[in-house]
């Protein structure tokens, strides 16, 4: 194999043993390290874990001898900092879950998929009443945040879970040399509990550790904990761009100890290594983002701010990301959201501007009202410019993101939720956008709707 191959191959390997749970936390970092340390021992449920043993093919994985042998959820927590604790207490874990996330490990069609629980969401736990689910940590450790977002999600089962504490992310990223990312925003804004002050230009930059924790923790907008979450999943995606350096090598053992401080889990060693196993064969396209569906409770409901569950798009999710069929009534008979030509044209769809020319959102608007779409809005230009069109699945609704696809004719689904939050979808139009587009394809035309 020449040396270039061998780099990619190697840079391929370091990427998804980083990448498993780094993917996934405000600490964008919990699971890099995870893969390649011993955690804590095993809970005895090894069996449950869904884990087997074979030789792995790939020559660059010949230590990793443990496979998956189903399916298997993990609940991934970031804590925010305990105040007065010393950073080598356990007690560090005993915090709010700033960061709260779902993983599923699918080895059926090997996927990976992302389910973001904002902290905010609104959750009844027992003794205690109406709260937070970002509390469950805090009220009873992993297992009761286990068994609360357990039945918050229709009593999924949750096989393992990993809390990670805040510092992580500063010093990964400066380990790391820095992340590039785009800052849609000017950012300002002081957290006096978490001892943040956070100043960033709007832009492409290079944010070390401090700058990129702050760009994953800013509230200061209308969405508050929502555009934390839709960062984090920026984040992520420059992390990803980042671990793939082969000027990372050097670093790991620094990396390794450095981790071992910062993370708590009841995954055993094994475990760990099939799920390195399983992501030396994932690709880019194979992992899926989705944030929890819902909305901002009213001031005149609540004396608090709480994100409310959607249950219906929920349940869709569930069934789509996590192959969990809700038992309800509803779904005995109901379509998916996209099934008909009627529930297509009805989604609520954000258009965005990324294409730096004028007006050519306003033309993307009426071109899709053209195809008897009735819910379109306009909303604020994207501050970059995109050479591709983007199609957001904002609720997770990736069948509809996909027929909206075929409608444009252009553009590239994107599975996550970064797009405008009261959307269903959000098209961000790149400069592929024709001046006078010819229009190849039409609904009418189509066998889009079966």
Known sequence: MPPSARRSSLAHWLFWSFAFVLA????????????????????????????????????????????????????????????????????????????????????????LSILSIPRDTQVEIPRIGLTKINHANVLGGPALTARVVSRELGNIEIDR?????????????????????????????????????????????????EQAEQFARFRGTIYGDIGRVQRQQMLLAALRQRLTSPTVLPKLPEIVRLMQRYIDTNLSLEETLALVSFGLNLDQDSVKMVMLPGHFSDPSEFAASYWLVDADRRDRVLQTYFKVTPNRDLWQTAPTLADSREELTGMRIAVQNASGQPNVGHR???????????????????????????????????????????????GRVEAASIGDVESDLTIRVGTDWPAAPKTPLAADELNIWH
């Open 24 to 111: 996934t936390t405000v600490s964008a970092t919990l699971g890099a390290v995870l893969m390649l340390v011993t955690p804590l021992p095993p809970v005895g449920l090894a069996n449950r874990a869904g884990l087997g043993t074979g030789q792995p093919a790939n020559p660059w994985r010949g230590g990793f001898q443990y496979r998956l042998t189903r399916p298997v959820q993990i609940l991934v927590m970031g804590i925010d900092r305990v105040p007065d604790v010393p950073p080598d207490s356990p007690e560090v874990f005993t915090g709010r879950s700033d960061t709260m996330l779902l993983l599923r490990f699918d080895p059926s069609d090997y996927s």
């Open 161 to 209: 879970y990993i809390r990670v504490s805040t510092d992580a992310l500063r010093e990964l990223v400066d380990l790391l040399g820095g992340v590039e990312v785009f800052v849609p925003k000017a950012m300002s804004y002081r957290d006096v509990t978490q001892k943040l002050e956070i100043n960033l230009d709007q832009g492409w930059q290079t944010l070390n550790g």
């Open 364 to 410: 993307v608007a009426a071109y899709l009202q053209e195809k008897g779409f009735d819910n379109v809005y306009i909303i604020e230009d994207w501050p970059d410019t995109l050479r591709h069109t983007e199609i957001i699945a904002q609720q997770g609704d990736l069948r509809g993101a996909e027929r909206m696809q075929a409608i444009l004719g252009l």
